[in-house]
């Protein structure tokens, strides 16, 4: 046998880019199964329009199109009104994996810049055709149309253009059209519509109109004209680094010495607190930057698990706030009964800064009508994206688990007519999975999903409380009314006399009835 | 009191009674109260063994039908209503069973949820007014036992001799009330648990023999066959004997007609009969006449030792027969004297049993 030698077997060794990477791994990008691969389009293209109209400061109208070709086969054109993209960006954008800064500590819809690009990917992976994306977008005071057809060209992790034409528009925006196939749209839970329901309740400031591939056309309109504002990036906490992280900062930065990049990087990282680590370490920390070594990070890290720091700054915290969650029930469920809560931020993991949202909602358009029976729903959400898959392992569901319903009133919460909105605010939401949909269950999260759940679920009690009080109420007069004339009249037929004067006794028993309608029932009953 | 004027007058009794419930609810709503009735409870805890009648009775503790009460408002109206439909019953002289007044119930302006619900509207009436349900005009589904015997009664203008109506004889109606005796000619009266033995006697001219009526009570004993029973005992002098097989139950069903039942405990004043004698099956009878048997089944020995705690189970003599059934572990048929021949039962064991009474 001829031994190979290293150099030939190294010709075929070829280093994957990203987009090579993940069409051999479309799982991890979440497209799997035919439901959620399509419900994961329309989750990064909605994501991407909301993000790009706020960093606009303009008010979100998205125009989505689903067609059917044939079984399996669809078209979906995805228009929003935002800034557009500036036509030497739309490459990078749609066929370049990992564009993007990943130092960002920001609270953000919270992609990894895969986004749009692993939409265009699937669509070539499934159909072999190419996409077509047309961007209106202001240069300097002029509005620029441009209609691009392109491919992604998988080996190089880039766009391959096919067609160019400049298009006159009259607003800025987006609009891009893909095909699939091997992607199905569905109306249940985890289907592409449920989706935009779900969006539309955690972004009221949105409006989505939405053609289906029966060709009926659903409008969400806005339930407020309140753009929520920008969260403002903040520097990660020293508890939230990793040794990796410290070193990517070290590559990066434009500091000369490590211990000003500490200060510069790290959030509530006082020059006190710096000399302590040199003290600690005996690291001189006064070197460059570059020449940190992983063993040094390492210790740093362990570290800083040790020191007493400041809880992370919460200014970076954009919450949707009850008053807007509210809105967004309302103006999607049309509910008899809402309650909702923001907590005050809390940290998880000692450095990480989060805060909760919940709401509950009643009646109406509530729950999900499975057949004839109304069932309860939970929709939760991390950064206003809903959370669709992977229910059973998420922190959120396993909060709203704990609890014990039947404290609040609620017998069956399963077979309720409910809906549990829960939102987890954070620069960084501690994911279980690469799919990015369910929550790490964090004790510190576990307990604020409760606390906040319960507050709302008291007042959903009274509220269940005081109708049943007034249902009962209403029946008891009813009976009264009805019964007490039929009792009269026909005692005075047993006794043989005319039927007596009787208003004053109906009144006082009708009276009496209102008064002591939560008197206990066994009373003056028989055994 | 002729029994004429009797039956005369326990209607105007019940019409009286009916109306005074009406009156009680009008006055108290001419002097501006809010009404309610007594029902007395038919709890378990209120229903007492009385020593001195040899029979249950109901006790004090009662209930409240209030017309300020959403819970009690319903029975009440159902309460008043049932009145109005037995007093319209009673004054026509003329009855129903509590079928038929449930299907009537449907005009009415109250609903009963099931048949059940106006059953027991009924037996509130009952007990309220301290009547029974026979009196009230409503009548159960089920005719009583049927009767053998020189026995002359008169029903409306008919006259009955329940010697004279084939070898099945008399069967006790439900308005057993409504009927006079006439005349007879008899000394005591034979009640036994099954129709076998009843045609048994019947043949072996029992009737003759002993001067006796045959009553065939078919199980346990109709409340028209207990009131019958009651009657003869009563307006007659005529003392009553039964026969029943050789275990628990037919143990209560005797008992039922001596010391009336539990659940009817506000009529067993006119329904028991504490003068009743138990003839047999006994356990004693058992060993002694060697009878063919069936070893007790557990369910016989959970209700023998039931019976044994039972009040109206008090006396030595049943006590003792208890014991003596558990310790043989062993039931007999009243028809297990065939054993010795058709006619042993007539020819030699009754007159045995009678004769040491």
């Given at each position: 046998m001829v031994e190979r030698e290293a150099a030939e077997l190294f010709e075929e060794f070829k280093e994957l880019t990203a987009s090579e990477f993940f069409r051999r791994n479309k799982q991890m990008l979440g497209f799997t199964g035919k439901i959620r691969s399509l419900t994961m389009v329309f989750h990064e293209l909605i994501t991407n329009s909301l993000d790009a109209c706020e960093e606009a400061g303009i008010q979100p109208e998205l125009t989505i199109d689903l067609k059917r070709l044939d079984k399996d086969h669809y078209i979906l054109k995805h228009t929003d009104n935002?800034?557009?993209?500036p036509e030497d960006y739309i490459g990078r954008v749609y066929c370049t994996m990992f564009a993007g800064s990943?130092?960002?500590n920001i609270q953000s819809r919270g992609q990894q810049g895969l986004g749009c690009s692993g939409c265009v990917l699937l669509s070539q992976m499934t159909t072999g055709k190419p996409s077509k994306v047309v961007s209106g977008y202001y240069d300097g005071t002029k509005l620029k149309g441009v209609e691009l057809t392109f491919k992604m060209d998988v080996k190089k992790n880039q766009g391959l253009i096919l067609d160019r034409k400049e298009v006159d528009l009259t607003k800025t925006g987006v609009s891009i059209e893909l095909h699939y196939k091997d992607v199905s749209y569905s109306l249940s839970e985890q289907g592409a519509f449920e989706y935009i329901r779900r969006t539309m309740i955690a972004n009221p400031h949105a409006k989505i109109k939405f053609r289906d591939p029966t060709g009926q056309i659903f409008i969400f309109d806005r339930a407020t004209d309140i753009i929520p504002p920008l969260p403002k990036e903040v520097l990660p906490h020293p508890r939230g680094v990793t040794a990796d992280d410290l070193i990517f900062m070290a590559k990066h930065t434009d500091k000369r010495r490590f211990r000003s990049l500490l200060t510069s990087s790290l959030s509530r990282m006082s020059t006190k607190r710096v000399n302590e680590i040199e003290k600690e370490t005996g690291i001189d920390l006064n070197k460059r930057p570059k020449d940190m070594t992983w063993e040094e990070a390492e210790r740093i890290v362990e570290l800083f698990t040790r020191m007493d720091f400041m809880a992370p700054p919460t200014s970076g915290l954009i919450p949707i706030g009850k008053e807007q969650i509210e809105n967004g029930m309302r103006e999607i469920l049309n509910p008899e009964f809402i309650s909702t809560t923001t907590r005050k931020p809390k940290t998880y993991r000692g450095g990480v800064a989060f805060v909760i949202?919940?709401?509950?909602s009643y009646g109406g358009g509530s729950g999900r009508l499975i057949g004839e029976q109304k069932k309860s729903e939970i929709m939760r959400f991390a950064n206003r994206v809903p959370l669709t898959f992977d229910q059973g392992s998420c922190a959120i569901t396993e909060a709203l688990k704990s609890i014990d319903w039947k404290r609040y009133g609620i017998k069956d919460l399963e077979n309720s007519p409910i809906t549990v909105f829960v939102n987890i605010v954070s620069t960084q939401v501690p994911y279980l999975s690469t799919g990015k949909q369910s929550i790490s269950p964090e004790p510190e999260i576990l307990h604020e999903v409760r606390q906040a759940t319960m507050k709302i679920a008291r007042s959903l009690q009274k509220y269940i409380r005081a109708q049943k009080a007034a249902k009962e109420a209403a029946l008891r007069s009813k009976i009264f009314e009805s019964?007490?004339?039929?009792?009269?009249?026909e005692a005075a037929v047993l006794a043989e006399t005319d039927v007596p004067e009787y208003d004053s006794v109906l009144a006082k028993v009708t009276r009496r009835a209102k008064f002591e309608n939560l008197e206990l029932e066994s009373e003056g009953e028989d055994e | 009191m002729s029994r004429e004027k009797t039956i005369k007058n326990r209607k105007e009794i019940t019409v009286n009674k009916l109306k005074g419930l009406g009156e009680t609810i009008i006055d108290e709503i001419n002097q501006n109260n809010v009404p309610a009735l007594k029902v007395p409870s038919r709890g378990t805890s209120n229903i007492i063994y009385d020593e001195d009648k040899r029979y249950y009775v109901l006790g004090d503790r009662y209930g409240k039908r209030s017309l300020g009460n959403v819970k009690q408002v319903p029975k009440l109206a159902q309460m008043v209503y049932v009145a109005n439909f037995c007093k319209d019953l009673v004054k026509r002289g003329k009855t129903a069973t509590l079928r038929e007044m449930y299907y009537v119930s449907e005009g009415w302006d109250v609903d009963f949820g099931d048949q059940q619900e106006s059953n027991i509207v009924g037996e509130d009436l009952e007990v309220t007014l301290g009547t029974t349900r026979e009196d009230l005009g409503l009548m159960p589904e089920e005719d009583g036992a049927s009767v053998y015997g020189n026995l002359i009664m008169q029903e409306d203008d008919v006259e009955i001799?329940?010697?004279?109506?084939?070898?099945s004889g008399y069967t006790i109606s439900p308005t057993i009330d409504d009927v006079k005796f006439v005349d007879h000619g008899v000394e005591r009266v034979i009640a036994v648990e099954t129709m076998g033995m009843f045609h048994r006697l019947v043949q072996e001219n029992a009737y003759k023999k002993f001067n006796t009526l045959i009553v065939g009570l078919k199980g346990q004993a109709a409340r028209a066959t207990r009131r019958f029973l009651k009657r003869v005992n009563q307006e007659l002098n005529l003392p009553v004997y039964i026969c029943n097989d050789g275990d628990p139950w037919g143990f209560h069903i005797a008992m039922v007609i001596i010391s009336g039942s539990a659940k009817l405990a506000h009529v067993n004043h006119d329904l028991a009969t504490p003068d009743a004698k138990f003839l047999g099956v006994t356990a004693s009878d058992i060993i002694n006449?060697?009878?063919?048997?069936?070893?007790?089944?557990?369910?016989d020995v959970l209700r023998l030792k039931e019976l044994s705690k039972d009040p109206r189970y008090r006396d030595?003599?049943?006590?003792?027969?208890i014991k003596k059934m558990l310790k043989i572990g062993k039931k007999a048929e009243q028809q297990s004297f065939s054993k010795y021949g058709l006619e042993y039962v007539v020819d030699t064991y009754l007159p045995e049993k009678l004769n040491a009474m």
């Amino acid at each position: 046998m001829v031994e190979r030698e290293a150099a030939e077997l190294f010709e075929e060794f070829k280093e994957l880019t990203a987009s090579e990477f993940f069409r051999r791994n479309k799982q991890m990008l979440g497209f799997t199964g035919k439901i959620r691969s399509l419900t994961m389009v329309f989750h990064e293209l909605i994501t991407n329009s909301l993000d790009a109209c706020e960093e606009a400061g303009i008010q979100p109208e998205l125009t989505i199109d689903l067609k059917r070709l044939d079984k399996d086969h669809y078209i979906l054109k995805h228009t929003d009104n935002g800034p557009g993209i500036p036509e030497d960006y739309i490459g990078r954008v749609y066929c370049t994996m990992f564009a993007g800064s990943k130092f960002r500590n920001i609270q953000s819809r919270g992609q990894q810049g895969l986004g749009c690009s692993g939409c265009v990917l699937l669509s070539q992976m499934t159909t072999g055709k190419p996409s077509k994306v047309v961007s209106g977008y202001y240069d300097g005071t002029k509005l620029k149309g441009v209609e691009l057809t392109f491919k992604m060209d998988v080996k190089k992790n880039q766009g391959l253009i096919l067609d160019r034409k400049e298009v006159d528009l009259t607003k800025t925006g987006v609009s891009i059209e893909l095909h699939y196939k091997d992607v199905s749209y569905s109306l249940s839970e985890q289907g592409a519509f449920e989706y935009i329901r779900r969006t539309m309740i955690a972004n009221p400031h949105a409006k989505i109109k939405f053609r289906d591939p029966t060709g009926q056309i659903f409008i969400f309109d806005r339930a407020t004209d309140i753009i929520p504002p920008l969260p403002k990036e903040v520097l990660p906490h020293p508890r939230g680094v990793t040794a990796d992280d410290l070193i990517f900062m070290a590559k990066h930065t434009d500091k000369r010495r490590f211990r000003s990049l500490l200060t510069s990087s790290l959030s509530r990282m006082s020059t006190k607190r710096v000399n302590e680590i040199e003290k600690e370490t005996g690291i001189d920390l006064n070197k460059r930057p570059k020449d940190m070594t992983w063993e040094e990070a390492e210790r740093i890290v362990e570290l800083f698990t040790r020191m007493d720091f400041m809880a992370p700054p919460t200014s970076g915290l954009i919450p949707i706030g009850k008053e807007q969650i509210e809105n967004g029930m309302r103006e999607i469920l049309n509910p008899e009964f809402i309650s909702t809560t923001t907590r005050k931020p809390k940290t998880y993991r000692g450095g990480v800064a989060f805060v909760i949202e919940a709401g509950i909602s009643y009646g109406g358009g509530s729950g999900r009508l499975i057949g004839e029976q109304k069932k309860s729903e939970i929709m939760r959400f991390a950064n206003r994206v809903p959370l669709t898959f992977d229910q059973g392992s998420c922190a959120i569901t396993e909060a709203l688990k704990s609890i014990d319903w039947k404290r609040y009133g609620i017998k069956d919460l399963e077979n309720s007519p409910i809906t549990v909105f829960v939102n987890i605010v954070s620069t960084q939401v501690p994911y279980l999975s690469t799919g990015k949909q369910s929550i790490s269950p964090e004790p510190e999260i576990l307990h604020e999903v409760r606390q906040a759940t319960m507050k709302i679920a008291r007042s959903l009690q009274k509220y269940i409380r005081a109708q049943k009080a007034a249902k009962e109420a209403a029946l008891r007069s009813k009976i009264f009314e009805s019964l007490v004339p039929v009792i009269i009249r026909e005692a005075a037929v047993l006794a043989e006399t005319d039927v007596p004067e009787y208003d004053s006794v109906l009144a006082k028993v009708t009276r009496r009835a209102k008064f002591e309608n939560l008197e206990l029932e066994s009373e003056g009953e028989d055994e | 009191m002729s029994r004429e004027k009797t039956i005369k007058n326990r209607k105007e009794i019940t019409v009286n009674k009916l109306k005074g419930l009406g009156e009680t609810i009008i006055d108290e709503i001419n002097q501006n109260n809010v009404p309610a009735l007594k029902v007395p409870s038919r709890g378990t805890s209120n229903i007492i063994y009385d020593e001195d009648k040899r029979y249950y009775v109901l006790g004090d503790r009662y209930g409240k039908r209030s017309l300020g009460n959403v819970k009690q408002v319903p029975k009440l109206a159902q309460m008043v209503y049932v009145a109005n439909f037995c007093k319209d019953l009673v004054k026509r002289g003329k009855t129903a069973t509590l079928r038929e007044m449930y299907y009537v119930s449907e005009g009415w302006d109250v609903d009963f949820g099931d048949q059940q619900e106006s059953n027991i509207v009924g037996e509130d009436l009952e007990v309220t007014l301290g009547t029974t349900r026979e009196d009230l005009g409503l009548m159960p589904e089920e005719d009583g036992a049927s009767v053998y015997g020189n026995l002359i009664m008169q029903e409306d203008d008919v006259e009955i001799n329940a010697l004279k109506l084939g070898k099945s004889g008399y069967t006790i109606s439900p308005t057993i009330d409504d009927v006079k005796f006439v005349d007879h000619g008899v000394e005591r009266v034979i009640a036994v648990e099954t129709m076998g033995m009843f045609h048994r006697l019947v043949q072996e001219n029992a009737y003759k023999k002993f001067n006796t009526l045959i009553v065939g009570l078919k199980g346990q004993a109709a409340r028209a066959t207990r009131r019958f029973l009651k009657r003869v005992n009563q307006e007659l002098n005529l003392p009553v004997y039964i026969c029943n097989d050789g275990d628990p139950w037919g143990f209560h069903i005797a008992m039922v007609i001596i010391s009336g039942s539990a659940k009817l405990a506000h009529v067993n004043h006119d329904l028991a009969t504490p003068d009743a004698k138990f003839l047999g099956v006994t356990a004693s009878d058992i060993i002694n006449y060697d009878l063919p048997t069936d070893p007790l089944k557990d369910i016989d020995v959970l209700r023998l030792k039931e019976l044994s705690k039972d009040p109206r189970y008090r006396d030595e003599q049943w006590q003792m027969e208890i014991k003596k059934m558990l310790k043989i572990g062993k039931k007999a048929e009243q028809q297990s004297f065939s054993k010795y021949g058709l006619e042993y039962v007539v020819d030699t064991y009754l007159p045995e049993k009678l004769n040491a009474m």
